[in-house]
């Protein structure tokens, strides 16, 4: 391991070093998927009022089921051989994490991060496109995992974006993240995210700099 992924490895597991079985996240990663389901029916559902407030009071009942028994923080991040991290319980590629779409990234040999995607309503922002913010959410996470497969992972210090086109939801979008350049404890990268006709809708660039400590 690398003194920067040695860096980054302590920084993460000082939180909760327990992690969690196979069998355990593939339950939890279910019940993940199944509220995941749940939020899109939220958004969209035009039952009526008295279904709606009946749902409402069944839901606040499951959440007091798992309420009782609580972690104190989510699970910690895992680092794999080759360089890049699982984080089970992030916002973006987090199986565990219902507010996830996931995005699925794998990291090819030549240190690209590359996934496809589809991101639903849930994630508007103008109508029929996915809000900015999310797009910048996506592509921060595959930056910063460029990073960590370059074998410099470190922190975000700045994003860029730049906004080409609207970004469709409900269709199979690409994100696509390279490490360019390392100087010091500092990291370049590039991604953008294009969309089924092949156009880039969003680029960005990030300067990852390593922890200290």
Partial sequence: ???????????????????????RVEGLAELAARVRELTEAVVLTDVDDAEVAAVAAQ????????????????????????????????????????????????????????????????????????????????????????????????MTATLDMRYRRPTPHGVPLTVEAKAVRSEGRRTFVEAHITGPDGKVTVEATGMFVRPVH
Avoid: K, W
């Fill in 1 to 23: 391991m690398t003194e920067a992924r040695a860096a980054m490895g302590r920084i993460f597991r000082a939180r909760e070093p327990r992690g969690l079985g196979e069998e």
């Fill in 59 to 154: 839901v606040a009942e499951l959440t007091a089921r798992l309420n009782t028994a609580r972690r104190q923080e989510p699970p910690s991040i895992e680092f794999g051989a080759d360089g890049a991290f699982r984080h089970l319980a992030g916002p973006v590629t987090g199986r565990l994490n219902p507010i996830a779409p996931p995005v699925e990234v794998a990291v090819h040999e030549d240190g690209t991060v590359r996934g496809v995607f589809t991101l639903n309503a849930v994630y508007e922002g103008p109508p029929g496109c996915v809000h900015g913010g999310v797009a910048a959410l996506v592509l921060d996470h595959v930056l910063g995992m460029a990073a960590a497969a370059n074998g410099t992972p470190g």
